[in-house]
């Protein structure tokens, strides 16, 4: 369960990572950063209650000043949600590891994200297109592999594995979308590319066992 709590923070903090990058002013950034800060303290400090994080998930697109972005706006709306969905998600594994009496571990990024992220171009918009078109991977195989676990455990958490499913399909046609709409090309022949390198990764040999590994090594 440690892995999904890792995972669902992680994505939250992929799509704030976009958010002050590309759409609002550094002040903005910096209290974004400051309104995420009780989550990554409680995971990397180990410091704070699970219990008080269910009342600081307050996050609005109201907050967030537009930019002079020509898609900021956009990139807002659809993040804004995500982060808030991810990190409700994370909320509830938190909660489902305590009934079940699971201590938290921390663990070390897999290859999988990497293996990806080192192909993004280095020029923007592309630069962009390329972090949305992973995400939306990121997100589609996170779908399967929670469809796929859900038949295996219990009802409690084959309930939540397919309550997770269904956001996280959501997030990838989101992904898709924005990537669509920033790019200034079709951005199919991109999606095939990372396709065939993601298709690698979850199917070659990989000796570190995490939710998006390859193949036992």
């Not at 400090?45 to 009342?55: A, Q």
């Not at 898609?71 to 594994?93: A, R």
């Not at 859900?150 to 309550?163: C, E, Q, T």
Request: charged share 30%.
């Amino acid at each position: 369960m440690h892995i999904f709590t890792f995972s669902e923070l992680k994505a939250a903090q992929s799509a704030m990572f976009l958010i002050r990058k590309y759409a609002v002013d550094k002040q903005s950034s910096d209290a974004l950063l400051e309104w995420l800060k009780p989550f990554e303290t409680l995971i990397y400090k180990r410091e704070g209650d699970w219990r008080e994080l269910v009342d600081k998930n307050k996050l609005t697109k109201s907050m967030i000043p537009k930019s002079n972005s020509p898609y900021g706006q956009d990139l807002i709306d659809k993040m804004v949600m995500l982060i808030k969905e991810e990190l409700h998600h994370f909320y509830q594994v938190l909660e489902i590891m305590d009934e079940y009496g699971i201590e938290y571990k921390s663990i070390t990024p897999c290859r999988y994200a990497k293996g990806m992220l080192r192909h993004v171009k280095t020029y923007e918009p592309d630069a962009l297109v390329d972090k949305l078109i992973i995400g939306a991977y990121i997100e589609a195989r996170s779908c399967e592999r929670f469809a796929k676990l859900a038949p295996h455990v219990d009802k409690r958490l084959g309930d939540f594995y397919i309550s997770l499913l269904r956001s996280e399909a959501r997030h990838y046609q989101d992904y898709l979308t924005l990537a669509q709409e920033i790019s200034e090309f079709d951005i199919t022949e991109r999606v095939e590319f990372f396709g065939q390198l993601e298709a690698d990764l979850i199917s070659t040999p990989d000796e570190d066992f995490k939710f998006h590994s390859g193949v036992p090594a």
